[in-house]
């Protein structure tokens, strides 16, 4: 079994891979189960302009289409950087067993990759945001949760 080190090189790799193939920031992700690489990512934010294409969330996308699951359990994720609060969120929602990362929030601050601004939005109240949040149809929204409580083939997750 590999040690922690070379799977984080791995993850180093597939950042500067990306970066030299210009498919976005500097960024690379791998996931392992059982000692093998079942995942591998990186930051294709600019080349697919699609702001979610971050360097976990590829990988996360990568290793449940190959494990077949919506889930990581019993698996580990190697990030090159400290994740942001987006991919933090789905490394909940793919519920892993544990995360390493390389760099940090700071490194990353320092060569202009800054998300600080993102933990200080979130305790705002909706209304101070610098992307106003302001509900709507509450009552119309409701229905599709009622309608899943009452759903008996569910896939509970």
Not at 69 to 87: A, D, K, N, R
Request: glycine fraction near 8%; hydrophobic fraction near 30%; proline fraction near 6%.
């Amino acid at each position: 079994m590999k040690k922690h080190e070379e799977y984080m090189s791995e993850a180093v790799k597939a950042a500067l891979r990306g970066m030299q193939n210009n498919e976005g920031g500097p960024f690379g992700c791998i996931i392992v189960k059982d000692g093998e690489i079942i995942g591998r990512g990186n930051n294709k934010v600019t080349s697919t302009n699609d702001p979610t294409a971050h360097a976990e969330v590829t990988a996360i996308r990568d290793a449940c289409k190959n494990l077949e699951s919506f889930q990581l359990e019993g698996c580990i994720i190697y990030t090159s950087c400290e994740p942001c609060p987006m991919c933090l969120g789905a490394i909940y929602w793919a519920r892993p067993d544990k995360v390493f990362y390389g760099s940090n929030q700071q490194d990353a601050a320092d060569i202009g990759f800054d998300d600080e601004f993102i933990y200080k939005e979130i305790p705002l109240p909706y209304e101070e945001r610098s992307i106003p949040f302001e509900q709507i149809g509450r009552d119309i929204a409701l229905e599709p949760f009622q309608k899943w409580s009452d759903k008996e083939d569910k896939i509970e997750y």
